[in-house]
């Protein structure tokens, strides 16, 4: 039997979560779990989810893939027969790590999760194989590796086109994006997938051209948290419902947006907890996988805050992003993101905070040239409360991404 969706916080707390057994199988034949702390917590017959210790990225880091196969599986001889997969993550939320999972897990567990959204189950039912675009930081896997400019052929897998090939989406020449555009336009894709400010800088472009793609009928957010501001861009420029799929390389999809703003858990895919609340009800993000038998993970720091609400979760975005205000708790991206719901002309933005609690915020316009004032004074204003502490602004014609290619909205610096 399933498992809830997610532990609520006296669930956690009281009752702890009933350990599903495949978990207490696949953990006794994995070496990582085989230290004393864990067998001593496995050992129990009573065992209850909260009796486990967390397994941390340092620790997924330090023994993936090798300590977390269990003894009759080798990986050279998986990797020869072609039966997995290998990958690296994008290191946004630590060092990289790597993973492996089943050369069809990933397909799998995505459409598991896809069709938890009532909309999009609507869709795939009547059109199974119905096309993708990707735009996203481009980077190396087992489909895809753009080190170089690549032609359409070769950026193409089965139903799926990856359209970008630039870490800096706002750097693209007038012809490359032009390129793009009529390669999405003949591709005819049923929807987008997209890393929120790759999809925001793409929709302007077509907003400014007078774009259209008949054949789209969603679009779908991943890879990092999705603002106000790109979700407003984007539903103005292609009048289709943004979605928003969440989770990890390493985890697989873990939740998707439903029509409410809520999100719903894939449960078949993971077991999911949020622990150590604040006074707003927000905590830890655990992820106790379920369906890769290549990688089990229990209790994984996933390293995002969420929060339980009415129908479902909403993601806060990346504990290592949060800020803090003057009374010493943490704000999270999403808390900072709320001053942005009603701010137009703004087509991305980052928030610095300093040590003494001071923060920078840099806006990008959509329109080249446009000061913002209006829309810096009011965020000013408002972030300054969030925050208790002053709040500079400026702004800028371009705002770069980390090294992992990632766009963070918000993140303290020493």
């Not at 893939?65 to 027969?81: E, I, N, Q, V, W």
């Not at 004032?373 to 408002?382: E, G």
């Amino acid at each position: 039997m399933l498992m809830p969706s997610v532990l609520t916080p006296q669930e956690v707390t009281t009752q702890g979560g009933k350990l599903p057994e495949c978990v207490r199988t696949q953990a006794n034949a994995t070496p990582f779990y085989r230290t004393s702390a864990w067998q001593a917590a496995l050992a129990r017959p009573d065992l209850r989810l909260v009796d486990l210790p967390r397994l941390s990225k340092k620790d997924l880091r330090e023994n993936s893939p090798d300590g977390f196969l269990r003894p009759d599986f080798d990986l050279k001889t998986l990797l020869a027969s072609g039966s997995i997969e290998e990958e690296s993550t994008s290191g946004t939320s630590g060092a990289s790590v790597r993973v492996i999972f089943g050369r069809a897990w990933w397909a799998e567990q995505e459409l598991r999760a896809l069709r938890l959204n009532p909309f999009i189950a609507s869709i795939l039912e009547n059109n199974p194989s119905a096309k993708r675009a990707v735009f996203t930081t481009p980077g190396c896997s087992g489909v895809s590796c753009f080190a170089r400019w690549l032609n359409v052929e070769q950026r193409t897998s089965g139903s799926t086109l990856f359209v970008n090939q630039s870490r800096i989406p706002f750097t693209l020449a007038e012809d490359k994006m032009r390129q793009m555009a009529e390669e999405t336009l003949q591709w005819a894709p049923t929807f987008l997938d997209v890393d929120p400010v790759h999809g925001a800088r793409f929709a302007l472009y077509c907003e400014q051209n007078g774009l259209r793609f008949p054949s789209l009928r969603f679009i779908l957010t991943s890879y990092e948290h999705t603002s106000f501001v790109h979700r407003r861009i984007m539903q103005r420029v292609f009048g289709v419902p943004i979605i928003n799929l969440y989770g990890s390389s390493e985890t697989g999809h873990l939740l998707i947006e439903q029509k409410d703003g809520s999100m719903t858990a894939s449960t078949e895919t993971a077991q999911l907890e949020i622990v150590d609340l604040n006074r707003a009800r927000v905590g830890q993000l655990l992820a106790t996988t379920l369906s890769n038998p290549y990688l089990p993970l229990i209790r994984y720091e996933i390293g995002d805050y969420a929060e339980q609400i009415d129908g479902g979760i909403q993601i806060h975005g990346r504990v290592r992003d949060a800020l803090k205000n003057s009374a010493g708790n943490f704000v999270t991206t999403r808390q900072i993101d709320q001053a942005f719901s009603d701010m137009a002309g703004i087509a991305h933005y980052q928030l610095r905070q300093a040590d003494d609690g001071s923060a920078e915020l840099t806006l990008l316009p959509e329109k080249p040239g446009d000061a913002l004032l209006a829309q810096s004074s009011a965020l000013s204003r408002t972030l300054g409360q969030i925050l208790g502490g002053p709040i500079s602004t400026q702004v800028a014609p371009l705002i770069a991404p980390e090294d992992s290619g990632k766009f963070r909205l918000t993140l303290r610096v020493a």
